[in-house]
Structures are given as structure tokens and as C-alpha cells.
């Protein structure tokens, strides 16, 4: 109907529709919605058709897994594998910040550091003396009013000391959501950006950029791993709109093309990725357990192999056939980091089942990429 009278007619189309049954169609409901959100251009019908011809393809993640995971190698050093910070972890959570920097170490990344608060930072060196752990944040209640410029300086300068050597930033888990101490961030990301350097955000650092949303448009570079909740709020400031399942993958395109250049993985019951170009889902493996941290697990894991999927497409011969060094290393590194995340708690869930923990996952990373790629 909408094809034979064109978009021209669109609003005749929605007259007549309503006055039909069928008007109140599931069908028609998620039409409308697309029409909705296509604004008023004269492209529409052209816009339209793209969109009803997105297919979310499930990912060929364990391929692109196999692919991007460099081989081990007595010839490299260290470093080469990957040097991961993650910046995260107050006084309420610790827990968030380690799961993130420990999982890129099991997965195989060199180093992992953590950029915390001072309150953080002792309780999480106790976790794991693999960690290195910088006590550089500082949150309002510890920091005078006339004291807020100078410190803020003296955090992004110790920050900076480091940056250039990261080959990815996780900014968000455990952040939260204290003013100054997101002021002091959002200057991170910004010299991040200068610099290069890829960005994961999750946790608070979503709080942070979807208020902010300058902060991540048009770097290329950005990934974000909302949650639901995450999710929700994202679409609400983004598409001025609530986040509806019935269009997901239109919605989750919109919403990545909107904020411009990012790539989006949006976490559920199946992960799905789109970086405003292509949408892609992640749905094999998984477990029924929903315990908390393996959001972090994921970011951590995101990270290491969006670092190793940049590695491989630098190196990769362009006369290669190879279709996997010609996509953006950002998607790549999200469907891996999901597929491995997935299979290392479906493994944890067939041992520990009802009481598995985001530690059992954990310690399921390095056998779940084992079994899809030796060592
Ligand atoms: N062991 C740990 O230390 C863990 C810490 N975590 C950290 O906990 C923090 C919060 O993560 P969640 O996954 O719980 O975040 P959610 O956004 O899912 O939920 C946070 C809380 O905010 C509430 N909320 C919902 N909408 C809100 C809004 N518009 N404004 C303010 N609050 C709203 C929710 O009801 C919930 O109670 C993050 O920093 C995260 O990284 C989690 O990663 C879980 C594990
Ligand atoms: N219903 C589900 N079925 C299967 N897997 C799921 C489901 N929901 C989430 N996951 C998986 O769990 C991982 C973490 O997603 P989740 O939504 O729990 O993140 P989160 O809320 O940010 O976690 P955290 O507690 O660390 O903050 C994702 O990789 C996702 O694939
Ligand atoms: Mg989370």
C-alpha cells in the first residue's frame, strides 16, 4: 500500500489506515513508527526502503573471532597483545572496575590498568596484584569548591602521562555518577579523542555521554554497551522516543547513525551491534543467569579485541580476499567480545548453574577461547 501510492502520499496512506481496522495492526504500528522517525526529507521513500530492508544477519562471530586473535608468538613483546585501561570505581562499587581490567587480562591482553579514586584504589589492588591500579580520581566531597580547576588538571595530567600508550579505554564501569568526577572524565574522553585512542563506555560513563552526547559524536572510534536500562535512556534523549522492541533494528541504526560514526552494542537476550551502516546480531551461547558484572566482563572483552581486530586490518595484505579486514574493526570487536562473553557464562552456567557468579564466568574465558581458537 504505502509502495503503490509513494511517500508523497503518506499522510493520505495514514488517513485512510486508520479508519480500517487494521490500523491498529502490529504491522501498521511499527510502519508508522518508521515513518515517524524518518523526519520530512524528499528522500523519504528511498530512506524507507533501506530501512525495510534491514536484516539483522546473525554475526559469523566464531570466524571473525579465529581471525582477528592474534597467534602467540615467541618473537613479540610485551604490549604487542594489547594494553588496556579502564577507567572506573569509587567508593560504592569496586567490583565493576576489576571484572573489566581482569577479563582483558584472561582474554590475553598484556596489561591492564585501572584509573579509580583514591578510596577505590587499595580495595581494588587487593583483588589481583596482575592490576595496575592509579589512584587519580577524586569525587566532590574530597575537593574543596576553589581546589576543583587545579585538581581537575592534576587528573587529566596523570591520565595523560599514560594515554598514548592504551591501545583502548573502558570508561564507565564502577564510575559513578559523582559531578566533579564526571566533569574530570568527560575532559578524558575528549583528549582520548585527540589522541586516537579507541573508547569503550559503558556503566556510568553512558550516564555521562548520554547527557553529553558531543562527548562521543562523530568519533568513530566510540563503542557504546548499554544495557536495557542504558538503551532506554539513550533512545529517549537521542529519537525522542521510547525504545520499542517491535523495531529494533531499525531503531538501534537510527539511533547509531543519529549520535554519528559510533558503534553501538546493544545487550540482551541477543547482542546486537550496528554501527549506523550495518545491523548485526550475536545470539549463540548465553545463559539463563543474569548476576550482575558481565556488562563488565563484556566491556573488558570488547576492548581487547576491538584492539586486536585494528591490529589485524593494519596488518592485513589488501590483496587479500579476506572480507573480514574490510569491516569496521569497532563491529568486529564487538560481536567477538560478545561471542566470547556468551560462551565463557554458558560454560559457567553448566557447572555452577543457579549459583554461578560473574567470578565463575571469569575463570570460563581463557577455555571458551581456547576451544574456538588454540593457542
Ligand atoms: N560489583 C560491582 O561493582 C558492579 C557494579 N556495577 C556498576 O553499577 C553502576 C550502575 O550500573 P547498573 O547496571 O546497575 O545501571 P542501571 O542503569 O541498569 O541501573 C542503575 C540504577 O539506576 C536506576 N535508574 C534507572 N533509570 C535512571 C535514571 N534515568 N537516572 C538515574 N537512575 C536511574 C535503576 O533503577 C538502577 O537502580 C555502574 O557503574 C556499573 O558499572 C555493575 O556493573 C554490576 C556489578
Ligand atoms: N536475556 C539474556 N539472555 C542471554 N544473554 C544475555 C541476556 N541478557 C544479557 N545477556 C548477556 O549478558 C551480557 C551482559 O549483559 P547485561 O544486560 O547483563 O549487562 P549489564 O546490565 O551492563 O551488566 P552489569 O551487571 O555488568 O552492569 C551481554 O553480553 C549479553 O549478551
Ligand atoms: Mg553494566
Known amino acids: 500500500m504505502l509502495m503503490k501510492h509513494g511517500m508523497n502520499s503518506r499522510f493520505a496512506f495514514l488517513d485512510y489506515a486508520k479508519s480500517c481496522t ?9 510502519q508508522q513508527f518508521l515513518i515517524r522517525s524518518l523526519g ?5 521513500q528511498t530512506k524507507y526502503n533501506k ?28 604490549g604487542q597483545a594489547g594494553k588496556i585501561a579502564v577507567i572506573g570505581g569509587c567508593r560504592e562499587y569496586t567490583g565493576a572496575p576489576y571484572f573489566s581490567a581482569i577479563s582483558a ?12 579514586t583514591k578510596d577505590a584504589a587499595p580495595v581494588i589492588k587487593s583483588y589481583s596484584p596482575e ?14 569548591d576553589e581546589d576543583k580547576r587545579s585538581i581537575s588538571s592534576k587528573v587529566l595530567a596523570e591520565v595523560d602521562k599514560w594515554m598514548e600508550r592504551f591501545d ?3 570508561i564507565g564501569p564502577g564510575l559513578g555518577r559523582d559531578p566533579f568526577l564526571l566533569d574530570c572524565v568527560s575532559e578524558i574522553i575528549r583528549h582520548a579523542r585527540q589522541t586516537n585512542i579507541p573508547i569503550v563506555i559503558d556503566g556510568d560513563g553512558l550516564f555521562l555521554v548520554t547527557n553529553t552526547l558531543d562527548l562521543v559524536s562523530g568519533y568513530a572510534l566510540a563503542v557504546l554497551t548499554p544495557n536495557v536500562n542504558e538503551y532506554k535512556r539513550l533512545v529517549q534523549k537521542v529519537l525522542s522516543c521510547e525504545a520499542d522492541d ?13 549520535i554519528g560514526s559510533v558503534t553501538i552494542l546493544r545487550k540482551g537476550k541477543s547482542d546486537l551491534v550496528s554501527d549506523g551502516e550495518t545491523v548485526t546480531s550475536v545470539s549463540i551461547y548465553g545463559s539463563p543467569r543474569r548476576c ?6 563484556l566491556s573488558g572483552s570488547v576492548a581487547v579485541f576491538l584492539s586486536w581486530a585494528r591490529q589485524h586490518i593494519l596488518a592485513a595484505d589488501p590483496n587479500s580476499n579476506s572480507s573480514i579486514s574490510t569491516k569496521n574493526p569497532t563491529v568486529l570487536g564487538c560481536i567477538a567480545g560478545s561471542a566470547l562473553m556468551r560462551k565463557a557464562a554458558s560454560l559457567a552456567f553448566v557447572s555452577k548453574k543457579r549459583s554461578t557468579l560473574t567470578g565463575d564466568i571469569i575463570e570460563c574465558l581463557g577455555r571458551s577461547l581456547e576451544d574456538i581458537c588454540p593457542a
Request: charged share 20%; glycine share 4%; proline share 3%.
Open 40 to 44: 520530512s526529507c524528499s528522500d523519504q
Open 105 to 116: 587480562l584472561k582474554i590475553g591482553a598484556d596489561l591492564s590498568h585501572v584509573f579509580c
Open 292 to 297: 550482575g558484572g558481565q556488562g563488565d566482563i
Open 22 to 30: 487494521w490500523a491498529s495492526s502490529p504491522v501498521f504500528r511499527r
Open 131 to 144: 592490576l595496575i591500579v592509579h589512584p587519580v580520581l577524586e569525587e566532590s566531597y574530597s575537593v574543596r
Open 51 to 78: 530501512m525495510q530492508a534491514t536484516k539483522s544477519l546473525e554475526a559469523d562471530a566464531e570466524n571473525i573471532l579465529r581471525t582477528i586473535t592474534p597467534c602467540l608468538d615467541l618473537s613479540r613483546h610485551k
Open 168 to 170: 583502548c579505554l573502558v
Open 246 to 258: 517491535r523495531v529494533a533494528h531499525e531503531q538501534l541504526q537510527s539511533l547509531a547513525k543519529q
